[in-house]
């Protein structure tokens, strides 16, 4: 497989449940993030890891917790989710910085 | 506080015609700039960029145009094509500082009617 793949496609949840995302990448780069796309917002950073290092972290509510166990994985830990975390979330990778960036197809996280 | 704005959030054109999508920045540290074009149930996928040493860069029927002094830049799709229907993200980065993450926008929903 190639590229950037995010499993779950859909995801439907409670409110106190837990569950996880998860991102692969093929691309031997050494960067990877999560976005949140809400609707009619601009894409929202919310983690960096660069060689499985977080590098930032803007703001994100406790409530998601990201996981970088090596180079090609990245996970989303969610937990106590509110409805209003409802939206599409995006792993991307890069090689050095933001450069060559390459996005996977998303999840469609609902929250009810 | 957004960096960058895209502030139409749809258009619709005819096939054949041109789609102009108009983008603006704040943050005069920008140096590169991107569009993406994401289609329903994919991630976006780099379209085309520019570097603000140029005012033009041509990629078959796309052109980014970029003017630094109003801080604007605008992608142009001619003939456009209903193929090219998708939503077209632009970014923004500012190499100072090391960090070369970009800056996106809302996005603007580009129709191409047959």
């Known amino acids: 497989e190639t590229g950037v793949t995010q499993t779950p496609r859909h995801l439907v949840m409670g409110m106190t449940n837990k569950k996880s995302l998860k991102c692969e990448q093929h691309l031997g780069h050494n960067a990877m993030y999560w976005y949140k796309q809400s609707a009619k917002k601009p894409l929202e950073l919310m983690f960096v890891?660069?060689?499985?290092?977080?590098?930032e972290n803007n703001s994100v509510p406790s409530r998601f917790s990201p996981e970088c166990p090596n180079s090609s994985h990245l996970f989303l830990h969610l937990h106590t989710l509110q409805p209003e975390d409802s939206a599409l979330y995006l792993c991307?990778?890069?090689?050095?910085?933001?450069?060559?960036?390459?996005f996977g197809s998303g999840t469609r996280l609902t929250v009810v | 506080d957004q960096q960058v704005k895209q502030n139409s959030p749809s258009l619709s054109v005819q096939e054949g015609r041109i789609s102009i999508l108009n983008c603006d920045y704040t943050?005069?540290?920008?140096?590169?700039f991107l569009w993406y074009k994401k289609y329903p149930a994919e991630g976006p996928t780099f379209l085309i960029s520019?570097?603000?040493?140029?005012d033009k860069n041509e990629d078959g029927r796309f052109t980014v145009f970029l003017n630094k002094s109003a801080k604007h830049l605008s992608l142009h799709i001619v003939p456009s094509q209903p193929g090219d229907s998708a939503v077209y993200f632009c970014a923004a980065r500012a190499a100072s500082g090391g960090s070369y993450i970009p800056t996106f926008g809302r996005g603007t929903s580009l129709i191409v009617h047959p």
């Open positions: 520019i570097s603000s040493i140029k």
């Open positions: 991307a990778s890069s090689q050095g910085s933001g450069y060559g960036y390459t």
């Open positions: 890891y660069s060689l499985e290092e977080r590098v």
């Open positions: 943050n005069s540290m920008f140096d590169y």
